[in-house]
C-alpha cells in the first residue's frame, strides 16, 4: 500500500462533481480528508490518498481530466530553523502533534505526516519563523 498527500485545486465548474465517490468507487483508493476550504467560487482540499501505487497514479490522473488541480504536498508548511528560537508557542496549538520540542536538546521539531495543514500554528509563531507554501 502506497500513500500520498496531495492538494487539490477545484475551479468553480469542479466543485460540485463527486471525485472523491470515484476515488473510493473507480480505483479502490482510500482519500482522507485533512482540510478543506470550498466557497462557491473555488476550492482546495488536502487529502491523503491510499492504496497501491498505480491506482493512485490513475486516480490523480483522472482528478485532472476533471480540471482539478493537483499538487504533491510534500512541503507545505515551513519551519525556517533558522529563525525559530524553540519557545514551543505553536506546540499549543498543533492538536495533531506534528510539532513537538525535543527532550534531548529543546529543539522545534516538525512531523510532516502527521501535520493537517491547519495553519494555527503560523499565526500562534511570535518571530514568524512558519509559514505556509502550496
Known amino acids: 500500500m502506497a500513500k500520498k498527500k496531495i492538494v487539490l485545486h477545484f475551479p ?10 470515484h476515488l473510493v468507487k473507480d480505483f479502490d483508493l482510500m482519500p482522507n480528508i485533512l482540510r478543506a476550504r470550498i466557497d462557491e467560487n473555488e ?9 497501491p501505487a498505480e491506482q493512485i497514479k490513475k486516480g490523480i490522473a483522472f482528478l485532472q481530466d476533471q480540471n482539478i488541480g493537483v ?5 507545505d508548511i515551513i519551519v525556517d530553523q533558522d529563525q525559530c528560537v524553540d519557545c514551543g ?5 498543533c492538536r495533531p502533534g506534528a510539532l513537538t520540542i525535543g527532550p534531548a536538546d529543546w529543539r522545534l521539531g516538525f512531523d510532516h505526516e ?10 500562534t509563531c511570535p518571530v514568524k519563523a512558519i509559514k505556509v507554501q502550496f
Open 89 to 93: 508557542s505553536c506546540i499549543g496549538v
Open 71 to 75: 499538487q504533491e504536498a510534500i512541503k
Open 12 to 21: 468553480e465548474e469542479s466543485i460540485e462533481k463527486p471525485v472523491t465517490y
Open 114 to 123: 502527521k501535520c493537517v495543514f491547519c495553519e494555527l500554528c503560523i499565526n
Open 43 to 51: 476550492g482546495t482540499l488536502v487529502m491523503d490518498l491510499e492504496g
